[in-house]
């Protein structure tokens, strides 16, 4: 149940930060700087997160901070379409609009995604948590995915007010959803709660969590991976309508199948690899690092694709969307593991600081990788050898990420890494 507002919240997310991009850049034709710095902006806000989880956890309580989050979100969400038609009559007060909803898009995902992950880790059993985390995820992933392709059948003959209303139907139905999936739900799953101890103040709670070896190291292999994993996402859709000639309802699809590709990476681990993990206990690290060089292969894969007009995209995204799945479903499980570890007053706080990394990897990476479109292109740059420059530069970023990865297989002894601690079990609940 819990799995179904995690979908929800990537239903919204997709039209927020994929559509309406696309449609800057190539409809409006504006700048990929301008809602690249947008995108950055809702996942500047998400810096707090760790505020947010705090207040959770201090609370007693994660559902009415799940309900609001999810509830200003699908509003921004359709405010944040309005805008963008505005933007086509008037720029400027399209763009004051805009930038009002991307900060509360930001907020409205930020207060319900870590409240939402506290709560699974602090109500499922310990044996379960990475595992739980896992499906959950996989449960977001669908939701992208579905909501994308099913969208993208709509946004065509496209119109702005087909756009407004689209994204006023998900945000509508992404609530209703919420509602069902936490109906009395955080009252019945208190019995696998750990016993409460002494609330620390927000500056305490945090420079424990800092001041964990492993937590820390773990810290920027999420904003390393993310920075990499989202450089693309700005990029790729203005990138086959501007090289391969695709409509918006193209291109909103071929997103889908992107997130269709993460979602196949991470069933495959899941159940191909409990089979695996008692014969070979370092199974975890194996995944997050092939994972992370797959995406990079995938990647250049994609470059290449520029000067090769009858490439097979779809394909090829499809496949980037998978190699990404497998090093997602290892970081996940390991995220889980750790926060449940931590106890239950300081799991709302853990979740929000790896929240945070990822937040502002993800701001920063498609902030990076439009103005560097933008740079390139104003150089002389040909606009396919452009988008291929930052394809390229984002494999090298995911082959750090593997670099990363290995040193935190190696920072302590078998079985008391990161990956030891939170792969078997997530792998064979997860089948």
Same mark, same amino acid.
């Given at each position: !149940?819990?799995?179904?507002?995690?979908? @929800?919240?990537?239903?919204?997310?997709?039209?927020?930060?994929?559509?309406? &991009?696309?449609?800057?850049?190539?409809?409006?034709?504006? @700048?990929?700087?301008?809602?690249?710095?947008?995108?950055?902006?809702?996942?500047?806000?998400?810096?707090?997160?760790?505020?947010?989880?705090?207040?959770?956890?201090?609370?007693?309580?994660?559902?009415?901070?799940?309900?609001?989050?999810?509830?200003?979100?699908?509003?921004?969400?359709?405010?944040?379409?309005?805008?963008? @038609?505005?933007?086509?009559? &008037?720029?400027?007060?399209?763009?004051?609009?805009?930038?009002?909803?991307?900060?509360?898009?930001?907020?409205?995902?930020?207060?319900?995604?870590?409240?939402?992950?506290?709560?699974?880790?602090?109500?499922?059993?310990?044996?379960?948590?990475?595992?739980? @985390?896992?499906?959950?995820?996989?449960?977001?992933?669908?939701?992208?995915?579905?909501?994308?392709?099913?969208?993208?059948?709509?946004?065509?003959?496209?119109?702005?007010?087909?756009?407004?209303?689209?994204?006023?139907?998900?945000?509508?139905?992404?609530?209703?959803?919420?509602?069902?999936?936490?109906?009395?739900?955080?009252?019945?799953?208190?019995?696998?709660?750990?016993?409460?101890?002494?609330?620390?103040?927000?500056?305490?709670?945090?420079?424990?969590?800092?001041?964990?070896?492993?937590?820390?190291?773990?810290?920027?292999?999420?904003?390393?991976?993310?920075?990499?994993?989202?450089?693309?996402?700005?990029?790729?859709?203005?990138?086959?309508?501007?090289?391969?000639?695709?409509?918006?309802?193209?291109?909103?699809?071929?997103?889908?199948?992107?997130?269709?590709?993460?979602?196949?990476?991470?069933?495959?681990?899941?159940?191909?690899?409990?089979?695996?993990?008692? !014969?070979?206990?370092?199974?975890?690290?194996?995944?997050?690092?092939?994972?992370?060089?797959?995406?990079?292969?995938?990647?250049?894969?994609?470059?290449?694709?520029?000067?090769?007009?009858?490439?097979?995209?779809?394909?090829?995204?499809?496949?980037?969307?998978?190699?990404?799945?497998?090093?997602?479903?290892?970081?996940?499980?390991?995220?889980?593991?750790?926060?449940?570890?931590?106890?239950?007053?300081?799991?709302?706080?853990?979740?929000?600081?790896?929240?945070?990394?990822?937040?502002?990897?993800?701001?920063?990476?498609?902030?990076?990788?439009?103005?560097?479109?933008?740079?390139?292109?104003?150089?002389?740059?040909?606009?396919?050898?452009?988008?291929?420059?930052?394809?390229?530069?984002?494999?090298?970023?995911?082959?750090?990420?593997?670099?990363?990865?290995?040193?935190?297989?190696?920072?302590?002894?078998?079985? &008391?890494?990161?990956?030891?601690?939170?792969?078997?079990?997530?792998?064979?609940?997860?089948?």
């Amino acid at each position: !149940r819990l799995g179904l507002v995690q979908a @929800a919240l990537g239903s919204i997310v997709v039209l927020t930060t994929s559509t309406l &991009n696309r449609i800057m850049v190539v409809e409006l034709s504006l @700048a990929a700087t301008i809602p690249g710095a947008l995108v950055g902006l809702h996942y500047g806000v998400q810096i707090a997160r760790p505020l947010w989880g705090h207040g959770s956890d201090r609370g007693g309580r994660r559902t009415p901070w799940i309900i609001g989050g999810v509830a200003l979100l699908a509003l921004a969400g359709t405010g944040a379409a309005l805008s963008v @038609a505005l933007m086509a009559q &008037n720029f400027a007060l399209g763009l004051a609009l805009a930038i009002v909803d991307f900060v509360l898009i930001g907020a409205g995902i930020g207060a319900a995604g870590t409240s939402l992950l506290a709560l699974l880790a602090s109500s499922v059993a310990p044996e379960r948590r990475p595992a739980a @985390a896992t499906v959950v995820w996989l449960m977001m992933i669908f939701g992208i995915a579905f909501t994308a392709v099913v969208s993208g059948k709509f946004l065509d003959p496209f119109s702005m007010t087909r756009l407004v209303a689209v994204a006023a139907c998900a945000g509508l139905a992404a609530l209703l959803l919420t509602l069902v999936a936490v109906w009395r739900i955080e009252p019945a799953v208190q019995v696998f709660s750990e016993p409460a101890a002494p609330r620390a103040t927000f500056r305490a709670s945090l420079a424990d969590a800092w001041a964990d070896p492993q937590a820390r190291l773990f810290t920027i292999f999420v904003f390393v991976s993310m920075l990499a994993y989202s450089m693309q996402d700005l990029i790729l859709e203005p990138f086959a309508g501007l090289v391969f000639a695709m409509s918006p309802g193209e291109t909103t699809t071929l997103s889908g199948i992107q997130n269709g590709g993460v979602f196949a990476g991470m069933v495959l681990v899941g159940v191909a690899g409990s089979a695996l993990s008692r !014969r070979i206990p370092s199974i975890l690290k194996i995944f997050t690092v092939g994972g992370c060089v797959l995406s990079a292969l995938a990647l250049i894969a994609v470059a290449s694709s520029a000067a090769a007009p009858d490439w097979p995209l779809t394909a090829n995204v499809f496949a980037l969307g998978f190699a990404n799945g497998i090093f997602a479903v290892a970081a996940i499980a390991s995220m889980m593991a750790l926060a449940g570890a931590a106890g239950k007053d300081r799991i709302g706080l853990r979740m929000g600081l790896w929240g945070a990394a990822q937040a502002i990897a993800f701001g920063l990476g498609g902030f990076t990788g439009t103005v560097a479109v933008d740079l390139l292109r104003a150089v002389g740059t040909s606009v396919p050898l452009a988008y291929a420059g930052v394809f390229l530069l984002e494999a090298a970023i995911f082959l750090v990420a593997a670099a990363v990865a290995l040193r935190i297989a190696r920072s302590g002894a078998r079985g &008391n890494s990161i990956f030891d601690k939170g792969g078997p079990a997530a792998l064979q609940a997860a089948e």
